[in-house]
C-alpha cells in the first residue's frame, strides 16, 4: 500500500514522530473504530455529526436519511473532514500535568458523492452491517424497496489522511519520580457484552 503524502492539513505537527501516513496503520484504525465524527461547513456554520461508516477500499461509507443535512452535502460533491479515535489507555503519570491517553486516530478529508442503484446501495449496507458484526448479513432480513429508498447512502473518496498513535507509559519530569504516587497505564477496551434477546 502507498502512503498518502502529508499535506498542510494532515502533517502532525504537535509530537511529529507520532504521525503515521501508510494506508495500512491509516486504514486499520478506521475499520476498527465502531463510530466516526464528520465535520462540514452548511452557510457558515460548522457542525460535527458522529456516526457509523464503513472503508470499502479507499473510500469511506456513511448512510442515513434521505433528509439529513450531512447528507444531502456530501451527495451535493460537499467537503467533509472525518476523524476516528480508538482509546486504549489512561496514562496516569505522578504528576497529573502529564496524565494522558493512549489511543490511535485518523483525520481525513473527501469529497462525498451518492452512491446509487439497487445492487451498489445493497452491497454497501452489508458493508456496514457486517462491520457490525460478521455473519450478519445473511442472517438477517435484507432491507426491501421501500427501506432502500428510505436509506441515502454516500461514498467519500479519502483524497488526505493522516493516524496519530500514542503507546507507552508516563512521561513524568525527573523530580517527581521519587514521588509516593502509582503511576501506569489502564488499559481500555471496547467490547462485545452477552447479547440480550428482546
Known amino acids: 500500500m502507498t502512503d498518502y503524502p502529508p499535506t498542510d492539513r494532515t502533517r502532525v505537527r504537535r509530537l511529529p514522530d507520532r504521525g503515521h501516513y501508510d494506508?495500512?496503520?491509516i486504514y486499520?484504525?478506521?475499520d476498527e473504530a465502531l463510530v466516526c465524527h464528520v465535520a462540514f461547513v452548511e452557510d457558515g456554520r460548522p457542525f460535527v455529526i458522529p456516526t457509523l461508516h464503513a472503508r470499502v477500499g479507499d473510500a469511506l461509507l456513511l448512510h442515513g436519511a434521505p433528509a439529513s443535512r450531512l447528507l444531502k452535502h456530501l451527495a451535493a460533491g460537499g467537503e467533509v473532514s472525518v476523524a476516528a479515535t480508538i482509546a486504549d489507555g489512561l496514562v496516569l503519570a505522578k504528576s497529573v500535568f502529564h496524565h494522558s491517553v493512549?489511543?490511535?486516530s485518523v483525520v481525513l478529508f473527501g469529497h462525498g458523492a451518492p452512491v446509487e442503484g439497487d445492487a451498489a446501495k445493497l452491497a454497501a449496507l452489508e458493508a456496514f452491517t457486517e462491520k457490525l458484526l460478521p455473519g450478519r448479513w445473511s442472517e438477517a432480513r435484507v432491507p426491501n424497496a421501500a427501506e432502500l429508498?428510505?436509506?441515502a447512502v454516500i461514498?467519500?473518496?479519502i483524497e488526505e489522511a493522516s493516524a496519530k498513535i500514542r503507546t507507552?507509559?508516563?512521561k513524568d519530569d525527573p523530580?517527581?519520580?521519587?514521588?509516593d504516587v502509582w503511576a501506569g497505564v489502564i488499559p481500555l477496551s471496547l467490547v462485545r457484552g452477552e447479547p440480550v434477546v428482546y
Request: no cysteine.
Open 23 to 25: 494506508r495500512e496503520t
Open 28 to 30: 486499520a484504525i478506521l
Open 102 to 104: 493512549n489511543y490511535r
Open 149 to 151: 429508498k428510505a436509506t
Open 155 to 157: 461514498r467519500v473518496a
Open 168 to 170: 507507552g507509559g508516563p
Open 175 to 179: 523530580e517527581d519520580l521519587a514521588l
